[in-house]
């Protein structure tokens, strides 16, 4: 036996099986006729090929930017101003977006960075819940990486 089937410490479960009744999505979210407006401005504020984030130097929306103003994102940031204004909604979309990359959020969190919780077993595919998202299991006495690291923004 080598070192390493010594050291395995777990066996990876098979992906479990989906209940049928589980297979289908969500409600869509309905906007009423008064939220349609604000969210049709938000999405075209942002759909603008020439759209730069303001007083950002290379201001261009990245891929993962794009990807992260989803409608529920959208419909979050309308709600948090209740509906009243899209210009309030898009400040504050913007100046999230703003903070993301100062913060450097889209380089913090890679594969690499994560690898380390993933081999030992304690992260464990665990089922659905009752809308078919996966229920991921934690087993915190698996515990395998060194002291948590504190990100502080000065």
């Known amino acids: 036996m080598s070192v390493e089937d ?11 099986h989906i209940p049928e009744k589980l297979l289908s999505f969500p409600q869509e979210y309905t906007l009423k006729p008064g939220q349609q ?6 999405l075209q504020h942002f759909q603008d ?3 730069v984030l303001p007083n950002v130097e ?3 929306l990245t891929d ?8 529920e994102c959208m419909h979050r940031y309308l709600r948090a101003v209740k509906w009243a204004s899209s210009k309030a909604a898009i400040k504050r979309l913007e ?3 703003i903070w993301r990359r100062e913060f450097g959020l889209y380089g913090l969190i890679t594969h690499e960075h994560v690898e380390p919780e993933a081999t030992t077993g304690k992260e464990v ?4 819940d009752v809308d078919g998202r996966p229920a991921l299991y934690l087993r915190p006495s698996r515990q395998n ?4 690291s504190v990100n502080c923004i000065s």
Do not use: H, I, M, N
């Open 6 to 16: 010594s050291q395995k410490c777990y066996e990876p479960l098979p992906v479990p």
């Open 37 to 42: 407006k604000p969210f049709d401005e938000v």
């Open 49 to 51: 090929e020439d759209y």
């Open 58 to 60: 290379d201001g261009a």
């Open 64 to 71: 993962e930017e794009k990807f992260w103003l989803s409608y």
């Open 95 to 97: 100046e999230t977006l």
């Open 125 to 128: 595919l665990f089922g659905y």
């Open 145 to 148: 990486t060194g002291d948590r």
